[in-house]
């Protein structure tokens, strides 16, 4: 065997580590903006002048641009290639990041260098996933989106460490820039794809007899997607800030917020590979997630010292596992057009993003956290009555979630 042939066959032996690297240090780079922003709400607001209600609407606004852009954003990386698509969202983090950390001088500005990092944030949703349906095999996909899924998690344990470590030391504005290693590495490690050839949608569900995406099961799992992110993406943004208003320092506060981004990341690696290793029951346990995930959110409405920090980590370590294998039906479903098919659902994870946020800032500025808690508790148990929806229709397509 020659040199060459040796060196390529190391590569490709390779590929599905770096395929999936690049993926998870993109999606982090691209989710980092918000969740930054929320860990570090209480510095940032005093010196660019916003509350609580200023907080839901950035994150809110976050997710309302990725969402009113995603429609497209899925057939669009299938065409690019996930190579392409995924430099071109980290290059967006770039100026995002780099924006806030210099010329967010102003709440407005600050609205400004989000709307950059939404629309990396639109393109990394399918981009990562393509990249992984692709670059990684077949028997391995539970795992690797359970690993790829983990990516949101890290960003909220980056802005949770972030406070401590960077903001209460060096500033906020050294937060995001420091923070731009990360893009930066996942702009560097993309392997090269093809672009999908064609422009015809198909499914894997062909060899069923179906030749064209079926939306009737996309649209309830969309609609999971964005019931479980308004519970979820809200008290991962709102958590430094809740757990102060309860009592909790800062720093133990973003301590806290970086413990339970752990949990999340663990609960949804094990979550894939437990796929990998069941051909089905996968939707139903979403269900289970989601729906016990609504007694962290009861115990968080509590108001107790002791209960909003538990609480809260209980529901993002339980309440925010099920992203991955959601996105691993999905793909199992329409292997032909994944970018089109998970461009859904993470339309749907947008759009919990803007409603969440937003309105849990309202109530908390109108009425208390008690009520924010409790609205966003009664999301995640909707959410898990849409998987289980989900799951009937997948079935009655011919497909085995």
Known sequence: MTATSSAGLAGERA???????????????????????????????????????????????FFLLAAVTSPHAGTLTDRL????????????????????????????????????????????????????????????????????????????FLAGLAVPAIGLTLGWRWAFAIALVVPLTGYGLAPPYRAAAGRAVRTAGASRGLSEIDYG???????????????????????????????????????????????????????GYLADHYETGHLKFVSVLLGVSTL???????????????????????????????????????????GAATGMTSGGLNVGGVVGPFAFGLLVDRASYKAGFLMIGACALLAALAADAGRRRLIRMGANP
């Not at 991962?236 to 757990?243: D, G, L, M, P, Q």
């Not at 294998?325 to 292997?335: D, F, G, P, Q």
């Open 217 to 271: 099961p996309l649209n309830m799992l969309m609609l999971t997607a964005a019931l479980g992110s308004a519970a979820a993406t809200t008290m991962a943004a709102f958590f430094v800030s809740a757990a102060t208003d309860a009592g909790i320092g800062e720093g133990l506060a973003g301590h806290l917020l970086a413990a339970a981004s752990v949990l999340v990341i663990l609960t949804r690696t094990a979550g």
């Open 15 to 61: 590929r599905p580590v770096v395929s999936l690297l690049s993926s998870v240090s993109s999606q982090t780079a691209a989710m980092f903006p918000a969740f930054a922003v929320g860990a570090l709400a209480l510095q940032m607001g005093d010196d660019l002048g916003f509350g609580e209600a200023g907080l839901g609407t950035a994150v809110a606004f």
């Open 81 to 156: 290639g996930p190579q392409r698509s995924l430099r071109v969202a980290n290059a967006l983090s770039v100026v995002s990041l780099g924006g806030v950390a210099v010329a967010a001088r102003s709440y407005w500005a600050l609205l400004a260098a989000l709307a950059v990092g939404a629309i990396g944030l639109t393109i990394a949703g399918p981009g990562t996933k393509t990249m992984v349906a692709r670059g990684v095999p077949v028997h391995r996909h539970g795992f690797a989106f359970g690993v790829q899924a983990a990516a949101v998690p890290l960003s909220v």
């Open 296 to 338: 962290g959110y009861v115990a968080a409405a509590t108001g107790s010292k002791v209960l909003v920090p538990v609480g809260a980590m209980f529901a993002l370590g339980v309440g925010w596992a099920w992203s991955g294998l959601i996105v691993h039906t999905v793909v199992r479903a329409y292997r032909d057009s994944p």
